[in-house]
């Protein structure tokens, strides 16, 4: 499966419950919005079961990822898969983080990165990947 391109700003169904606007890149300056659709496979497949979900970082653009990095954000080190729009932060207004990483790995996510609120899951495949964010 390829990529999907999105007009950042814009509308467009993603997927049944999400819209493409929500995994926009947040700086001013890009405009288009790249999702994988096995990511909206996983999501759909989460939100199924823990309810509606907010995505806090989708897509990101390189400069947008480079000033996180900048500012001293716990940034991947090499590519990042937010700039491939492979990879999404997400939390529920009722769960944990340890409780979504749960529902998670329970719908085929490999990759899991854990904070005390929210996840941060992305489509590496090679082996189980878990992290935590302080
Ligand atoms: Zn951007
Ligand atoms: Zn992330």
């Known amino acids: 499966m390829k990529t999907t391109e999105f007009k950042k700003g814009s509308n467009e169904n993603a997927s ?9 890149c947040p700086c001013t300056s890009c405009d288009k919005t790249l999702v994988h659709p096995e990511l909206l496979v996983f999501l759909e497949a989460i939100r199924a079961v823990v309810g509606p979900i907010k995505i806090t970082s989708g897509y990101r653009c390189q400069a947008y990822q480079d000033d996180l990095r900048k500012r001293g954000y716990e940034t991947a080190k090499g590519i990042s898969s937010h700039t491939l729009g492979e990879a999404v932060d997400l939390l529920t207004n ?7 990483e749960k ?4 719908v085929g996510v490999k990759a899991v990165g854990v904070a005390k609120k929210w996840i941060h899951i992305d489509l590496r495949k090679d082996a189980v990947r878990r992290w935590t964010y302080s």
């Open 16 to 24: 049944t419950h999400f819209l493409s606007k929500e995994f926009d």
């Open 94 to 100: 009722k769960h944990f983080g340890i409780e979504l």
């Open 103 to 106: 529902v998670a790995r329970t």
